[in-house]
Each structure stands twice: as C-alpha cells, then as structure tokens.
C-alpha cells in the first residue's frame, strides 16, 4: 500500500506557480499491478518520481512500508567516468544490497556486457548504458518496480529478456508502469489510474480504464 | 536476486556518503596523474613560493622564520578556498544521484567535504615530510590549538559553501559573483603580510575576515612569539559556529525546492 496524504506540488515559474496536484489523498491498493494513464503534461512522471522518492513534494508526504525500487528509465546514477561495476558497486551500496559480489554477479549476467563490464560507461553505446541501469534494478529484490517505459531498452533480443524478467517479477512483487504502449501495459497490468487534472482515479480492470482514458 | 539490507537511518547515511565518497575519488583519478595530482599540485604551490620568499628576506617576520610564516598562511587559505569551491559545486554536481531516495544532498556535501578535507591533511603530512627532509626547524609549540584552527576553518568553509551551493540552485548567476568575491581572499587573508605590519587605523577593513583570524592565530599558536594583536580566539568562534547555524537552518528549510527545480 502507498499513501499519499495531502499531496501538494507546484513548479514555481515566471508565470506564478504552476500546480501539478493540489492537496491530493490517493491510496495504491496492494497486490496490483498498476498502469498510470494520463495524457502528456499530466504530471505522470512527476508523480512517479514523488511515489519513488527522487523528488519531493511541497506539502504532504508518501507513505509507504513496501521497498520502491527508483523510476527506472533511463541511466540513473551512472557516471560516465566510471566502469559498470564500479556503478553497479555504487548502486549496490546506495541501496544497501547485503552481498555485492554477488549482485554483482547477477548485473553482469543479466546485462550481457561480458567484457565491456570493466570499461567506462562513457564508452558503451546508449543502448548498452540503458542494459546496464535496467539490470541494476532489476537485480535487486524491491516490493514494487517503478517502470518508465524501461522494456523499450536495449535491441530486440534483450527487449525480449527484459520483458520477461518484468514478467517473472509480477509473481512476486508488484510493477508500477507509465507507458504510451497500450499493449505493453496490457500485458504487465491489471489495473490503472488515471491522472486527469491534477485527480487521480483508481479503476481496477485495466481494460475498463483504458476505454475511459481514450474517452477524455 | 540480491537481497536488500533492513538498514538503520544512521547506517543509510553511512552507507550513502561512502558510497559517493568513493565516487569522488573515482572520478578524481581518471587521468594518467590520478588523485596524486590533487596533492602534488598544491605541494609544489606552496612549497615553492614559501620557499622563494623565505630565501628572499631570508629571515624572521616578527619572530617566526618567514617559510613557515608562508606555509601556515597558505595551507589555511587553499584548505578555505578549495573547500568552499567543491562545496558549492556539491549539491548540483550530483543530482541526478538524489533520483535514489536515499541519496540527499547533504550526503553528497558531507562527502565532498570529507574527500576535501582528506586531500589536505595529505597536502600538510608531505609538506611535513619534506620540511624534515630539507632539515628545517619545524616547531609547534601548541599542536592542539593549531589542529583546533583547522577544524573551525573546515566548518566555517563547509558552511560558506552550503550556503552558496544552495544560492545556486535558485540563481545560477551567484556562482559569478561567488568567484569575483573568492579571487581577494588570498590576498587580504594575511597570508602575504602579518595583520601587525598594517597601520592599526586600516585593521577594522581587515578583520572582519574570518580566515585572516584563523591564520593569525595559527602563527601564534606555533610561535607565540609572533604575538596575536588584532584577532581573536572569541571572533573566530562566534562565527564558525554562526554560519554552521545558519548553513544548517538555510539547508533544512530549502533544500527540497532547491533539487527540484
């Protein structure tokens, strides 16, 4: 469960501040797999990375007892200067990982970097870069996975493995996705919320939601 | 798949300023110099213009020999300007890192500031060593007070930097004038003249720096021959302790607004 309580955010600008949520009270059920649907500028991702902790509101709180992985999407926290196992070493200890051997471990082979692992980040390709952020968090155990259109990493072959690995983690432990994919979203998601200005709505068939959210 | 820590709040902090820790020096060592140059570089800085200007008036400036006269004064305001510089490049320099939850950015500013003050103890131990091995006199009559001195220069530093990284992030221009106010700082801070070869009528111009006090106090402490006229233990003080106030009541009201924006 995760609880926003009196949730408030603004970006403050030359034109006044402009409010993304306004004094909201919003519970994430347990146990589902959630789809955020919202149109561009709703605040999806600003409200993925309040949910994750990347950035804080300006009033109220998250509240949460479950482990949130942070919004995977691009290559978060990863310097160019170092190698992926120094990255990965470092993401390890950020999240207080117990064994990073063998986290280690788990990263290299998950992210099929072989050698290219002990060589600096600023020499992969971007396509490399997003393999190796991806398989940091997927690597470790969280209760929920927050997931940013993070299956489109990578070429067709590892698109495939990280979408399976998405799939085996649903049996365990719950995703929390923003995607355009539609499709995608069918197939990691039971249900949806949907973000309209500025209200959130919880709608627990998936389907149901979506048909609502192309009626807006 | 790897198994997360139940970890203690104060475990998470460890944890997280090692980590960037750790990181910084990673990143400091990525050309062929490597983290030597981070000492090697102000070594060769002070030791040779200590060196020149001792073997040019060759002897005392009131009472203590004019190399480490020299020495004591740059150490004192390289360790300010050095660290008042990383750390007002601190809370930018890793925010894409505060994506972590963890991760805040006092982390990051408390890591800057232990890496900072690491490199210069290094810069003092070989300093140390090298003066031992040139077999000059090296003589501390009050190593106490000497280290008392740095410290309340690394906490008055840190605060200065608090305050201007956390300016930064609301007006990125504060980091022009932060360099235009930083540039006089080596030349009023005393490090070149003593506080006691300035007409007494000019001192109130001078002595609201809190660096020039820290250095003239230094000298003291190591020859208290050389006197401590004009500065103050009490001064010194009252404003580390201040701007650490401050820095910290400055930090805890806005650093939320100041990362996201």
């Known amino acids: ?216 | 798949m790897a198994k997360v820590l139940q970890r203690h709040l104060r475990q998470i902090w460890l944890d997280v300023i090692y980590a960037i820790f750790l990181r910084e020096l990673k990143s400091k060592s990525s050309d062929k110099f490597g983290i030597a140059w981070s000492v090697v570089s102000p070594v060769v800085f002070i030791f040779m213009l200590s060196y020149l200007r001792g073997r040019m008036d060759g002897g005392d400036t009131h009472g203590i020999p004019t190399f480490f006269f020299m020495v004591y004064g740059m150490i004192l305001v390289q360790f300010f300007m050095g660290l008042v510089a990383s750390v007002s490049a601190a809370i930018k320099k890793n925010k894409p890192l505060y994506a972590f939850r963890q991760v805040q950015p006092i982390s990051s500013i408390l890591a800057i500031t232990l890496f900072e003050c690491l490199v210069k103890i290094f810069v003092i131990l070989v300093i140390g060593v090298m003066c031992f091995i040139l077999q000059f006199d090296i003589h501390i009559s009050d190593p106490l007070s000497l280290l008392f001195n740095l410290l309340r220069v690394a906490i008055f530093s840190m605060s200065i930097g608090i305050i201007f990284s956390l300016l930064t992030c609301f007006v990125p221009e504060v980091d022009k004038v932060k360099d235009l106010l930083m540039r006089p700082m080596f030349f009023i801070s005393g490090v070149f003249f003593s506080l006691q070869d300035v007409p007494q009528e000019y001192w109130p111009y001078l002595t609201w720096n809190p660096v020039l006090h820290a250095i003239e106090l230094t000298r003291y402490a190591v020859y208290p021959q050389y006197g401590n006229a004009g500065v103050s233990d009490l001064y010194l003080n009252v404003f580390t302790l201040t701007s650490l106030g401050l820095a910290l009541a400055c930090y805890h009201i806005s650093w939320k607004q100041a990362i996201s924006r």
């Open chain 1, 1 to 216: 469960m995760i609880l926003l309580e009196n949730l408030t955010k603004y970006y403050p600008s030359t034109a006044g501040k402009q409010f993304v949520f306004e004094n909201i009270n919003f519970t994430f059920p347990r146990g589902k797999n959630i789809a955020i649907l919202g149109s561009n500028g709703a605040g999806k991702s600003t409200l993925f990375r309040i949910i994750a902790g990347s950035e804080y509101p300006n009033k109220g709180q998250v509240r949460t007892e479950l482990s949130v992985s942070w919004p995977v999407a691009l290559a978060t926290g990863v310097h160019p200067l170092m190698t992926g196992r120094e990255n990965t070493r470092f993401i390890g200890r950020v999240n207080g990982v117990a064994n990073l051997d063998d986290y280690e471990k788990k990263v290299i082979e998950f992210s099929e970097l072989g050698k290219k692992f002990d060589l600096p980040v600023r020499t992969y390709s971007s396509g490399m870069r997003s393999r190796l952020s991806f398989a940091c968090c997927i690597s470790i155990d969280f209760d929920v996975y927050l997931i940013d259109e993070a299956t489109s990493v990578g070429d067709l072959q590892f698109r495939q493995k990280a979408k399976t690995a998405l799939l085996n983690k649903k049996n365990i432990a719950n995703i929390i996705m923003v995607s355009h994919d539609l499709s995608e979203l069918e197939l990691f998601c039971d249900s949806a919320v949907i973000l309209h200005e500025g209200q959130l709505e919880f709608y627990d068939n998936l389907k149901h939601a979506i048909d609502i959210y192309k009626g807006l």
